[in-house]
């Protein structure tokens, strides 16, 4: 939109003191200042204010049941699904997607989260771990897997340049492709933009389900399938402990024909803030924590299990044509509105954060595959400064992973000794030589 468009579009959606502003504003600043009105899409931040501002529907659901979901047991055995994924791996029809375009705010740390150094010893940043793991596997194959990298428009140069100095972790520079999710305005709950600096307002990453939206939009789905990739690995960069690419699930995601495949946990207790995988209304579909029905989140079988114990981790095997699918007449995941503290001018407010959530995409596929995982094993996110998900938890985390892996090959590390392995070390061989050793 022109200067002149923009005001007449402000004027319209009651945003005076963002005009006035404007007006104070010297001829560059102004035009910087209009450049990033345009980079995000003011109309369709306005239509979910409206939306959202509307007496909230209580949404019911009119019915829930289990899911089937493939259990632990039944999916590690299955050697046949093995050998599927790695044919799949190995015919170069992966590759794998990390969302990073996230702001972190929780962890408050000064730089994309994705830069934290969490390994325990070597202080490994999470985006380095995740780029081995990416090389290990390409190194094994012997076929180059396409890592994407999700930024957000504030975060993407640094983040390039992070790679950048790191020698893109030893993975080659031509294997990595950066692309940036959109954002929009943050909104307060009277309706109005919040001035951020002179010549920007407060903005946020439209969620992690915009990966969905920006993977179509910037091309690069067309250019992964014109390479011959079918399918994408979906995971978030906070979880160090992600079996990136994992080719057992990448053979159930086959082998079942599904369009969408995500991997849960048991819950720890029927209260964990994880978003509950059940089929509704007939459709697989996750609901919220604050969402799901009380008398169901305690509801235990005959044997004191949960009936409903299975959350979502944020690790998906999703085929692109599926992607096609839900953008090609617009993008088809809903908006959510977040309500959250932020400090402006010193000051605690609240804002409104549109968002999308990529597990909305669930019920939009034809086939489901849902399998367990074992939440030490796989899921240690980095959320917290202290506390629960903390880098002290997460560290901790890491370290068990690390010695049960050992102790399966016959190698003992002391608990009070600091243990790190490698995305880049094959155990296997280097346990043939520690074997039933015990490391002090
Ligand atoms: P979270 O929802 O935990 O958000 O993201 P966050 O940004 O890491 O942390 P808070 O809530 O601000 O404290 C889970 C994953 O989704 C990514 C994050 O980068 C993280 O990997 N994400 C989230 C995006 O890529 N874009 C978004 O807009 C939101």
Redesign the pocket.
């Known amino acids: 939109m022109s200067g002149e468009k923009i005001h007449r579009f402000l004027k319209e959606h009651r945003q005076e003191h963002i005009i006035r502003h404007i007006e104070l504003l010297d001829k560059n600043e102004k035009d910087i200042f209009i450049k990033n009105l345009n980079t995000m899409n003011l109309e369709l931040a306005f239509q979910l204010y409206e939306n959202f501002s509307k007496p909230e529907e209580v949404k019911t659901y009119k019915e829930i049941t289990p899911p089937y979901i493939v259990d632990i047991e039944k999916y590690k055995k299955e050697k046949e699904m093995l050998s599927i994924g790695e044919n799949s791996i190995k015919a170069g029809e992966t590759a794998v997607m990390i969302?990073?375009?996230?702001?972190?705010?929780?962890?408050g740390y000064p730089y994309p989260?994705g830069m934290y150094p969490i390994s325990p010893v070597k202080g490994k940043s999470l985006f380095q771990i995740a780029t081995e793991k990416v090389l290990a596997l390409s190194l094994k194959y012997k076929i180059n897997i396409p890592l994407l990298i999700?930024t957000?428009p504030e975060t993407k140069e640094m983040i390039e340049n992070f790679f950048n100095g790191n020698n893109y972790f030893g993975l080659t520079k031509e294997c990595i492709f950066f692309f940036n999710?959109d954002i929009l305005p943050s909104i307060t709950p009277d309706g109005k933009l919040i001035i951020k600096e002179k010549t920007s307002i407060f903005a946020?990453?439209?969620?992690?389900g915009?990966?969905l939206k920006a993977i179509w939009q910037s091309g690069l789905l067309d250019r992964m399938e014109k390479q011959g990739i079918k399918r994408i690995f979906y995971c978030?960069?906070?979880n160090p402990l992600v079996n990136v690419n994992d080719p057992v699930f990448l053979g159930w995601h086959i082998k079942e024909g599904a369009e969408f495949s995500l991997k849960v946990v048991k819950k720890r207790e029927p209260e964990e803030k994880v978003g509950h995988f059940v089929i509704s209304d007939g459709k697989p579909t996750i609901i919220e924590y604050i969402e799901f029905p009380d008398e169901l989140k305690y509801k235990k079988d005959i044997n004191g299990n949960l009936i409903f114990w299975a959350g979502s981790i944020?690790i998906h095997f999703i085929e692109t044509s599926f992607i096609r699918k839900i953008n090609k007449d617009g993008f088809a995941l809903p908006y959510h509105r977040q309500v959250k503290k932020t400090k402006i001018d010193n000051e605690e407010k609240e804002i409104w954060k549109f968002?999308t959530f990529v597990f909305d995409a669930i019920p939009l596929a034809d086939k489901v595959c849902c399998v367990e995982t074992i939440r030490e094993d796989e899921f240690a996110?980095l959320?917290n400064k202290e506390g629960e998900d903390s880098p002290e938890e997460v560290k901790k985390a890491m370290m068990n992973f690390y010695r049960k892996k050992l102790e399966e090959l016959g190698i003992y590390v002391s608990s009070d000794v600091k243990v790190e392995v490698s995305p880049l070390c094959n155990i296997d061989v280097i346990a043939k030589g520690l074997k039933d050793k015990e490391i002090t």
Do not use: C, F, T, Y
């Open positions: 969302v990073a375009g996230g702001q972190g705010s929780r962890l989260k999700m957000n999710q946020n990453p439209d969620g992690h915009g990966s978030h960069i906070d944020g968002e996110p959320k």
